[in-house]
């Protein structure tokens, strides 16, 4: 069964702290993904990385930054955190390919700054 | 850019059929999907059709792509309280990496 694993459910941070959300896959899947979900907005995505090392910057990138050491793993770091960063945020991991592939999705980390 | 939009709630009665509807912008997306989020879940692929396409049929799901109005719909039969969910349209290229963008989502409220 592939999986995405985030590292946290939930997260309770307080304003200014580094965050640090993990994000593991086992599908050696090349591309992954962190989006935030926010009701009425959908998902946004901040970042994502096409390879180790290899970073793109999403939609949404201030406040935010990542690291890709390891194929499998992708860490969505908040440099420091503020009340308008408490969010769900999204894993994904998704295979490159000439046609469609599935993307696939993890648990979801519900943040919480106060 | 790519923008994709949803209307934000559906309430249907059980029985019934659901249509979910979603516009976007970018007419060279290459690839259209429909993902599920249950309570508390995250994502899941349900269906997905290429812009080739007009339509797509899987079980009780039923996809209609209008390129010209770059309209797409979402049609689930004999819809179910397990239905109740968040659906999301999303779209990719195929030279994004893979990169998804996603409408907003509908809320369907399936009521027995």
């Known amino acids: 069964d592939v999986k995405v694993t985030q590292s946290s459910r939930y997260l309770v941070k307080r304003t200014g702290e580094k965050v640090f959300l993990e994000c593991v896959q086992d599908?050696?899947?090349?591309?992954m993904f962190w989006y935030r979900q926010d009701p009425g907005l959908g998902l946004r995505l901040i970042y994502f990385?096409?390879?180790?090392?290899?970073?793109e910057k999403g939609d949404i990138p201030e406040g935010y930054s990542v690291s890709r050491e390891k194929k499998e793993r992708f860490s969505l770091i908040l440099e420091s955190a503020s009340t308008n960063q408490t969010s769900m945020y999204l894993c994904a991991s998704r295979r490159t390919g000439p046609f469609v592939t599935e993307a696939f999705f993890g648990q979801g980390t519900r943040l919480t700054v106060v | 850019g790519e923008d994709v939009e949803q209307s934000l709630f559906l309430s249907v009665r059980e029985g019934d059929s659901s249509v979910i509807n979603c516009t976007y912008t970018?007419?060279?997306?290459?690839?259209l999907y429909w993902y599920k989020q249950e309570p508390g879940a995250g994502l899941q692929l349900l269906t997905y059709i290429f812009s080739n396409m007009d339509m797509k049929q899987d079980q009780r799901l039923t996809v209609l792509l209008n390129k010209k109005d770059k309209h797409l719909s979402l049609r689930i039969a004999d819809t179910q309280t397990g239905d109740s969910a968040i659906y999301f349209c999303a779209e990719s290229m195929s030279t994004s990496y893979g990169k998804l963008t996603f409408g907003q989502g509908t809320i369907l409220t399936v009521h027995p």
């Open positions: 599908m050696d899947h090349e591309n």
């Open positions: 970018d007419s060279s997306s290459t690839y």
């Open positions: 990385s096409y390879d180790v090392k290899m970073k």
